[in-house]
């Protein structure tokens, strides 16, 4: 796993990430500090890129491609950073190694076999849950089973639309989709049958296609995440992109944009923490995320409890049956949003908005030492608690200025410098 932070204002964009990566081998995991997770995404021009999830992209490692981008005489500015993020898609649509046809086949391959267990485990988990219910609906497991799919595929697929489409597939017809997938598609049929799973190809291949073309990457993306100047630009911006990978010309990926931050003179300065943020924004925010999170739960529950326990004192105390209806009527989600809203505009006020205000008055040397400390927080309190210690090694820090474009501050090297000047140009 990873954290990575960038931290914003007027004069610079500061990026930092740990160096860990987890390797798994079966049920076999392992952790090493070695990872490079920041780099340079052009020789010339004010603008970095750091990476979290995935490390590879169409089985090549992201650190390959960046180099390949930066090396094939892309020295051309661009106005925005915006500019910039969809000149770097455009080289991965036309880079002929994410192109190569076993590589897409082997990509679907697997964007399939995780589709297919993963309906089949909730379905599995659903029956034995119906089971342990006593669910008379049991007694015909195969009925029982086509409900359970056609219940997890509207889910699924429920979730699919709340997400989005990603661009490039705003035009892919499910048409095109199934005879360029055929090959891969008829394995999906086979394991079907042969497992005996409910439901027909047609389907399966239906409810595949719109989960393939939206947003809902099913976590098995990487995190880009876009930092500098455009030509144009005198303050820093930072552009979110999630992609997972490419089939038929197109590449299933999208702009984060509720995560995008833009430095203007109205908005002065930003802290962006990505991957493993919970001990960033618990810093930031005051509280837990998870421990925010479950307070708005259980206050949910207990209003609803009360109310129930409420209207049940009412009608065995002999109440006329229109003052139950009323106490009955009372809107205890508008209260419970109330709350919510309430909270968190007091965390906004009295935390983050400190904080935030701060970082615009932060000199580089200043926005250095925050970045590196919040990274190297993260990694404190997995060493110090009993998870997995998947944050750590050494920090890497990198400055991006419009005027001295891309230095870094702190950056791990496999090489000795002193023997390798050649490797410090290149970055």
Known sequence: MTALVGILNKRAAVIAADSAVTTTRGETKKIN???NKIFRLSNTHPVGVMIYGNS???GIPWEVLFKLYRDTGRDKPFDTLKEYVDDFIKFLRNETHCCDKDAQDDYLDSEIANFYYKIKELCSDDYDEAVNNKDPRIADKESLMKTLLEDNFKLLDTRSDEAGVCPDFEKHTEKSFIADG???LDRLEYTRRDEQMPGTRKEWE???FKQMRSKLLLGRETGLVFVGYGEQSIYPSLIPVNIAGYFNGKIRYYINQKDEEHITNENNASI???AQTDIMISLLKGIHPTLADNIFDKLGLALDK???KMIESLSSSGVAEATVEKMNAIDFDEIDEQFRNDVLTFIKNSFTDGVVDAVDSFNIFDM????ESLISITNLQRHFSSSEESVGGPVDVAVITKSEGFVWVNRKQWYQQEMNP???ERG
């Not at 250095?368 to 970045?371: H, L, S």
């Open 56 to 58: 590879e992209y169409m």
């Open 206 to 208: 239906k409810h595949f």
């Open 272 to 274: 962006c923490p990505f």
């Open 33 to 35: 500090n070695t990872a």
């Open 182 to 184: 055929k090959d891969v």
């Open 422 to 424: 050649q490797m410090i």
């Open 368 to 371: 250095v030492k925050m970045a």
């Open 306 to 308: 009360a109310k129930q």
